[in-house]
């Protein structure tokens, strides 16, 4: 949620990650340098549920990610569906996603903390949005320029 001026506005994961890749992609933040970005989100289906026309299809999408060959894999949450727990996340989104694990920016979605937490997930997602210059707001909030985001 980010709140100006008292009036609270929600923003999607996807939204707030579209935005950060608009800016991180323009040429004024990116000077003479060419970046390649993939950004996703609600992704992987529970292990060994069916691939169809329209559904789980992570695999693919993974293999499409790889094609492109992208500097970064930007993450706006629900990754792992329906619950977030470590032998789901293990056995679907990390097996199609896994490979790109050191070029990730993550953004956690409601999905992340439904039912068992992956371990040290709060951590992961701060070191690496740390690195990029973001803050990660989990149950606190920031000011920026006067306006406040929780």
Known sequence: MVDINGMCIRLS???????????FASPAAAGSATRSI????????KPGEAVTASKCRHGQVADLTRR?????????????????????FNGSF?????RFRPIWRPVPGN????????????????????A???????????????????
């Not at 999905?111 to 740390?130: F, T, V």
């Not at 990029?132 to 306006?147: F, K, M, P, S």
């Open 94 to 98: 990390d097996k199609a996603f896994g």
């Open 132 to 150: 990029a210059g973001i803050t990660v707001l989990d149950r606190d909030e920031a000011v920026i320029g006067g306006v406040r985001f929780l």
């Open 38 to 45: 993939v950004a996703l989100g609600d992704i992987a289906c």
């Open 13 to 23: 994961a996807l939204a707030v990650a579209a935005t950060a890749m608009a800016l």
């Open 111 to 130: 999905h992340e903390y439904y039912g068992e937490n992956l371990p040290g997930l709060g951590a992961a997602m701060r070191l690496y949005a740390k």
């Open 68 to 88: 492109l060959s992208p500097d970064q894999l930007w993450l706006a949450g629900d990754l792992q569906y329906d619950v977030g727990a470590t032998a789901a």
